[in-house]
């Protein structure tokens, strides 16, 4: 492997071989993962099923390497590859799934529910456009204690169509917060159509109305997330506020594991999967620039096979929690009195 | 928790200045702690709850927001999960509607879910009023229902000063309600480090015969009832629960112990509202130690009316209150002490 970053013209500004290597082994890793999670799913592995993000890996490598450490993420339901993206153990975060002990939230949270606040995910969300407020929140934090760090709360197309999220988007202009609104379309609220529910031109249209800079991004292309969100980054890190970005991206699996799709046809799927898929674009484009050899295209797949081989053993060896422990930290006010029955 | 350990009262308040006095002394003890709510800065809330504290504390601290309740919530959470002490004004506790996804399902759970607290304060002020069916809802039950919310409900300006500055200090979600018909109410208050305890009814008066067990502006109504009960030589004893969630049961039980008799007080419905978990809660923990059934004095299920005389017809008002106690205390053998 080069040890200079063999994209010119500034592609990827900053980014060492080594790192597009790790950008390109985390989308593949996640793309491993939700394939075999939604297998696990459809035979009953994983309490209450999952929203598989197959399709979307970009969009989560993309704005997770363009954050700094003590940036914050904060998710919806459909958000396993932005916890993976964020470095989330995979064993961890399968064993979350199953509900064992050895999870990443001890089998409290699940898979709409996952969060390490250590590692920048400040939760993924059940509740459509939810996550976006917590990032709102984390951002005035930051902007009270005068922190240079940067949030970015994640909806979908779905969550554009709710009343909450231009509240938040009002609030995070009027006092100029460093927040990145990251709206992940995949064209689809559940079972229907976006463009059908949706007035006006565009999302992103809706939220430059609120005086922001706003722009839709091919979702599908790494390099393009990536550019995007570091500048949304380094404009909110300067204080000059929010940016609202619409990354353009398609999920291959239904809402849900298992769902029977009438609502869309195969033909656009392979359309998506053909002609734009995130992972074997940015694989092209280092294999082609010279960064990545076959070769490391072969060992990164092996690796992500591996690493979630050794996350599904993982998951299904660890210990269920103890029942006896349901009903602790729910509260440091209830926990010291004698009303807890 | 007795009101016989607190301290000698060093200055007087109203319930409202008792509240910004508490805030204005938290937020110079601590920078992290700000507010934010509608019409805060100039007007100091709808209930002068923090006036002054604009200019003391600048726009930063004292933050005006749109009407948006979803996002003044969210933000709180968030912000209060960022090392930050946010105190969320609604102004009136009926706004908590457009902000209920985040204060259960958001604050409320984080803790359980993902472990880490959220010290957060959503103020508002609460209670049965003039303003009609829109402006005085008791969501007293909805929230004590919620896993992971703490719920007070001061009735004094002692008491508002000392939550406060407990739910400022503390590290989960506290919703802090205010009752509109006290917001002028004086009283002594406790100096800056005088904390009340969340989770502590307090025995506002004594009495040996029946205990009443209320919150809010049913310890006025309690109180007045009681006075006149004396002079038939019943002696009421009125606990002021102070926080409704988590309840206070050592207090109830030892109160239930003395006089085997208790009424609860509220102007909340009945179905399923505090006065029956209150109820439920002394069958589950002093059933042994009753003479009588539980007596619950509650408002009726009906939304709240806008003139005076229907307000005044679904109420418990202190005849009521009087008329029960009496009953109560009377009462022999099997029971025919069941009221309203």
């Not at chain 2, 709808?46 to 919530?73: C, N």
Request: aromatic share 6%; glycine share 10%.
């Amino acid at each position: 492997m080069p040890t200079t970053n063999g994209l010119d013209a500034g592609l990827v500004p900053g980014a060492t071989d080594a790192e597009l290597y790790d950008w390109l082994a985390d989308m593949v890793l996640i793309r491993v993962f939700e394939e075999t999670a939604d297998g696990l799913a459809l035979r009953g592995r994983i309490p209450g099923g999952m929203h598989p993000a197959i399709g979307q890996e970009a969009v989560a490598v993309g704005i997770a390497r363009a954050l700094r450490a003590d940036d914050v993420v904060a998710g919806t339901h459909r958000s396993h590859h932005h916890a993976l993206a964020k470095q989330l153990p995979p064993a961890a975060v399968l064993a979350e799934l199953y509900g064992k002990a050895t999870g990443t939230n001890g089998g409290r949270g699940g898979s709409m529910h996952l969060a390490d606040f250590d590692l920048g995910l400040w939760g993924t969300n059940g509740i459509v456009g939810a996550g976006l407020g917590i990032a709102l929140g984390a951002a005035l934090g930051a902007s009270v204690r005068c922190t240079d760090q940067v949030a970015v709360g994640l909806f979908g197309d779905g969550g554009a169509n709710t009343g909450r999220v231009w509240e938040f988007v009002n609030l995070a202009a009027i006092w100029r917060l460093p927040l990145i609104v990251a709206c992940e379309n995949n064209l689809y609220a559940v079972e229907t159509a976006s463009k059908s529910v949706t007035g006006g031109n565009s999302i992103a249209e809706r939220a430059a109305a609120f005086g922001m800079p706003a722009q839709q991004v091919d979702g599908q292309d790494i390099v393009e997330v990536h550019r995007a969100v570091r500048a949304a980054a380094d404009r909110a890190r300067a204080g000059d506020g929010p940016t609202f970005l619409e990354f353009l991206t398609y999920r291959y699996k239904g809402h849900n594991s298992g769902e029977v799709i009438r609502y869309r046809t195969e033909d656009e799927v392979t359309q998506w999967r053909t002609s734009r898929d995130p992972v074997e674009r940015f694989s092209a484009l280092l294999t082609n620039s010279g960064v990545l050899t076959p070769e490391d295209l072969t060992r990164i797949a092996d690796d992500a096979r591996a690493v979630v081989d050794a996350a599904v053993a993982f998951a299904e060896e660890s210990p269920w929690p103890d029942p006896s422990t349901a009903a602790e930290n729910v509260s440091a006010w209830s926990n010291r009195d004698g009303s807890v029955r | 928790m007795s009101s016989a350990t607190e301290p000698r009262p060093k200055a007087v308040a109203t319930y409202s200045t008792a509240f910004q006095e508490g805030m204005r002394e938290e937020m110079d003890r601590d920078p992290t702690v700000f507010v934010l709510g509608t019409d805060i800065y100039d007007r100091g809330g709808h209930f002068s709850q923090v006036k002054g504290l604009g200019e003391r504390f600048g726009h930063e601290r004292i933050r005006d927001t749109p009407i948006s309740e979803a996002a003044m919530v969210a933000s709180g959470v968030g912000a209060a999960l960022n090392g930050t002490r946010p105190v969320v004004d609604l102004n009136f506790l009926d706004f908590a509607f457009g902000a209920m996804d985040e204060l259960v399902n958001q604050a409320a759970k984080i803790r359980y879910m993902w472990g880490r607290p959220v010290p957060l304060v959503v103020r508002a002020t609460a209670g049965v009023a003039q303003g009609g069916a829109q402006h005085n809802n008791s969501l007293q039950a909805w929230l004590m229902n919620t896993p992971g919310l703490a719920v007070v409900f001061p009735s004094r300006p002692w008491d508002v000063k000392g939550l406060i500055k407990s739910a400022l200090r503390g590290s989960d979600p506290v919703v802090f309600m205010m009752h509109k018909l006290l917001t002028g109410a004086r009283g002594p208050v406790g100096g800056p480090d005088e904390l009340v305890p969340i989770g502590s009814a307090r025995i506002a008066r004594p009495g040996s015969d029946v205990t009443v067990i209320t919150y809010g502006y049913g310890v006025v109504v309690a109180d007045d009832a009681a006075t006149a009960l004396a002079g038939e030589g019943i002696q009421v004893e009125v606990i002021d629960l102070r926080t409704l969630a988590p309840l206070d049961v050592t207090t109830l039980v030892e109160a239930v112990k003395r006089t085997g008799r208790a009424l609860v007080l509220d102007e909340a419905p009945a179905l399923s509202g505090p006065a029956a978990e209150i109820a439920t809660t002394l069958s589950d923990h002093a059933f042994w130690y009753l003479d009588q059934p539980v007596v619950r004095l509650t408002a009726a299920h009906s939304p709240i009316p806008h003139s005076p005389p229907l307000v005044d017809g679904l109420l418990p008002n202190v005849g009521q209150v009087i008329d029960a106690v009496r009953r109560l205390a009377l009462a022999r053998g099997p029971s025919q002490s069941s009221v309203s």
